[in-house]
């Protein structure tokens, strides 16, 4: 028999959305009466295999070499008998082949004896499984209306709940036609794929820090084209104050930095040095969040000097604003640095955008600045990381430990969003702690449980 389907459960929450006379968007949320019953799917689950475990293959062959016996012993029977008819002359040799037959009809019943047990045997078990069968049946349609009624209802209703929620924040902020942005545009097409892991490295400390971030800079110094950029968090796995460098792939592969370290401040943490994982290198710069504040910190590899650029007021950090998935949040990533073909970018949430993710380009200039601002409808902590690419926001969510989904986009250009992207990405490690897009030669650089991996983006 087939095993039993697996029904996944999700939060068992009914929403519903209240319009009040004020025009504000009020959400409210409120325990289902009824949870899925874990408990009675898990009986089920093990009745069925044990169901399975007693229609062995075995039972059948048992059968059939009783059969096979039977239809052998009586032509041998009937061709003795015949034999004795026929030298039935009253003599000795006689009496022996009489007793001989004797025998034989003795095997006979035996065997017929014990296939009788087993066909008797085989009956019980029969309407047994099959009486388990049907309760098992009864038992999986009672789980699927459960399932159909509770959590399928309560996404649609999340589903209607997100677009209304959308519409009333619309209606209360009409942005306009959007604005023409120079961010969108790129040459190489749309995002259509990527491919399985191209590097995937333990690098020059394999297993010492599950958090931090790698990749290349967008925008070398002449003579660093190739080079690569590490940062770990060494400080409680939240904080960093140096960025480490190599001068070339295998050589971060192997672990050879002969650049060696360029370091922010031999304090860790203190001001302005590293707060989070997901930093990126841009222009001999390295961009992160600054320690214990809501801003962004630029940290000159040149002039090891720091320049920083404050956030909208609201905006949460100190870890309040996190990357999360349902099991657990990855502490102190409330600030996500990302390059792309148009320069650097930070993407947070603020207590006014309600936890959804917020996305502003970064100026590089001197000083420092906050570029054009975009608020999205997706809930920062259904998301475990993003990048940007070609102007576009890109958001990751868990699947399993092997499998994230690139499931939403922002195009910065037009202002649309979508929620079914569906891109798979194949990990090799089940946490990603970093992710970003190197524009110079397309690859996403994913730092996660101690290994660098990328992966190539596919245009067309
Ligand atoms: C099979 O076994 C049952 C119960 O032991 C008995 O009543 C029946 O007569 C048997 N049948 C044959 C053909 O021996
Ligand atoms: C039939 O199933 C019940 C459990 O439902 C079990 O206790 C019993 O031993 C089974 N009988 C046979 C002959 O397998
Ligand atoms: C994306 O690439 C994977 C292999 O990396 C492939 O299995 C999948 O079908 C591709 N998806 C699309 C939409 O092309
Ligand atoms: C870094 O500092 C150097 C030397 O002061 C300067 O030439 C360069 O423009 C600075 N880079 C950035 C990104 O500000």
Known sequence: MESCAIVLLCALFTFAKQAT???????????????????KLS?????????NSNVTPQKTLELESLLLGLERRLPQLQGDV?????EDDGDLYGVLSLQVIENEIMDIKQLIDKLNRTTLGNQRLTTN?????NDLKAEMQELEKHDTMQVIKSRKANQHLVKDLEQCRKGKNPSGPP???????????????????????????????????????????????????????????????????????????????????????????????????????????????????????RFNL????????????????????????????????D???????????????????????????????????????????VYKQAVTNTFMACGMLYATRYISRDLEEIFYSFDTATGLERFNIGILIHKMSPNIFSLNYSPVDQMLHVYGDSYMVSYKVLFG
């Open 179 to 297: 604005t023409e942005s120079p961010h969108g545009r790129c040459s190489h097409g749309q995002f259509l794929n990527i491919t399985g892991a191209r590097v995937y490295t333990a690098g020059e400390y394999p297993g010492s820090y599950p958090y931090g971030a790698w990749g290349r800079d967008p925008k070398p110094e002449a003579g660093k084209e190739a080079w690569y950029w590490l940062v770990l968090m060494t400080s409680n796995n939240r904080y960093s104050n140096y960025v480490r460098r190599y001068s070339s792939l295998s050589a971060l592969v192997v672990g050879v930095s002969s650049p060696g370290n360029v370091q922010i401040h031999s304090s860790n943490p203190t001001t302005n040095t590293i707060q989070g994982p997901n930093v990126v290198m841009y222009g001999e710069a390295l961009y992160y969040n600054c320690y214990n504040l809501d801003t962004v910190c």
């Open 335 to 377: 600030l996500d640095l990302a390059t792309d073909e148009s320069g650097v970018w930070v993407i947070y949430t603020t207590k006014q955008d309600f936890g959804n993710l917020v996305l502003s380009k970064v100026e590089e200039n001197e000083p420092l600045t906050l570029g054009q601002t975009w608020h999205t409808s």
């Open 21 to 39: 006379p004020r025009d504000t968007c009020v959400c409210e949320l409120a325990d289902a009466d009824q949870l899925f019953p874990h408990d």
């Open 302 to 333: 040149t002039s090891k000097t720091v320049t920083t650029v404050q956030l909208p007021r609201g905006t949460r950090y100190n870890s309040k604003g996190n990357y999360c998935h349902l099991e657990e949040c990855y502490p102190f990533t």
């Open 43 to 51: 009986t089920l689950e093990d009745s069925a295999s044990k169901c």
């Open 129 to 133: 499984i099959s009486i388990q069968l």
């Open 82 to 86: 015949s034999m004795l008819e026929r």
